[in-house]
T-cell receptor, first 115, second 116 residues
C-alpha cells in the first residue's frame, strides 16, 4: 500500500523566512502527489499537484513543490512566509493510473508563522 | 458557484445511537467522497460514490455506510456509535472524470461529531 510520511508535525518560521515542509512517499512507481492546506475550522484546499511532466510544480499562494524520484520526495516550499500561511498542511498520494478520489494523506504538518 | 455544503456543522450523540450526515456537492460534480479526520489517525478515506454507486471503499467497519442520490447529494450513516467515532467528517466532491484520478477534491467544512 502506498503511504506518505511528513517529517515534522510542527514547523515554526519567522515572517519572511523560507518555508520548507517535507514529504516522502513510499511507492515503487511514482504516484500522483498533492499538497493540501487546512485552515482552522475549514475543509482542505488544494495547493498544488504533481501527476506527470514538469517536476517543479507551482501552486497557489506562492507555494511550489519539486518531485524528486530519486529521493521519493515531494517537499513544499515558499520563499517568504506570511502570517496568513499559518495552517495545517497535508501531503497526499494517489496511485498512478488510479481513478476516483481515494487519497492517502500524511499526518499533517502544523505551520506556525511568528511575527 | 456554491461550494460543498455539509450539514449539520456540529453534532453530539451518545454511544449506541446512530447518525446521518449530509453532503451537497458542487453543482455538476458527480463524485462524492468521505473522509474521517481525528487527531490520532489523521485523515482516513471512508468511501467514494459516483453516479449513485460506491466506487471505492476504505477500511472501516460495516457500521459506516453511505449512499448517493440521483442529484449527487450524499449521506453517510454511522450506526451503533462508539466513543472512537468522534471526529471531523469531511466530504469532498470532484469534477467529472478525466483520465487518471480525480485530481482536484473540493472539500466541505465538515461535520464535527462528538460521541459521549
Amino acid at each position: 500500500a502506498q503511504s506518505v510520511t511528513q517529517l515534522g508535525s510542527h514547523v515554526s518560521v519567522s515572517e519572511g523566512a523560507l518555508v520548507l515542509l517535507r514529504c516522502n512517499y513510499s511507492s515503487s512507481v511514482p504516484p500522483y502527489l498533492f499538497w493540501y492546506v487546512q485552515y482552522p475550522n475549514q475543509g482542505l484546499q488544494l495547493l498544488l499537484k504533481y501527476t506527470t511532466g514538469a517536476t517543479l510544480v507551482k501552486g497557489i499562494n506562492g507555494f511550489e513543490a519539486e518531485f524528486k524520484k530519486s529521493e521519493t520526495s515531494f517537499h513544499l516550499t515558499k520563499p517568504s512566509a506570511h502570517m496568513s500561511d499559518a495552517a495545517e498542511y497535508f501531503c497526499a498520494v494517489s496511485p498512478l493510473g488510479a481513478s476516483g478520489s481515494r487519497l492517502t494523506f500524511g499526518e499533517g504538518t502544523q505551520l506556525t508563522v511568528n511575527p | 458557484k456554491a461550494g460543498v455544503t455539509q450539514t449539520p456543522r456540529y453534532l453530539i450523540k451518545t454511544r449506541g445511537q446512530q447518525v446521518t450526515l449530509s453532503c451537497s456537492p458542487i453543482s455538476g460534480h458527480r463524485s462524492v467522497s468521505w473522509y474521517q479526520q481525528t487527531p490520532g489517525q489523521g485523515l482516513q478515506f471512508l468511501f467514494e460514490y459516483f453516479s449513485e454507486t460506491q466506487r471505492n471503499k476504505g477500511n472501516f467497519p460495516g457500521r459506516f455506510s453511505g449512499r448517493q442520490f440521483s442529484n449527487s447529494r450524499s449521506e453517510m450513516n454511522v450506526s451503533t456509535l462508539e466513543l472512537g467515532d468522534s471526529a471531523l467528517y469531511l466530504c469532498a466532491s470532484s469534477p467529472p472524470d478525466t483520465e487518471g484520478p480525480n485530481e482536484k477534491l473540493f472539500f466541505g467544512s465538515g461535520t464535527q461529531l462528538s460521541v459521549l
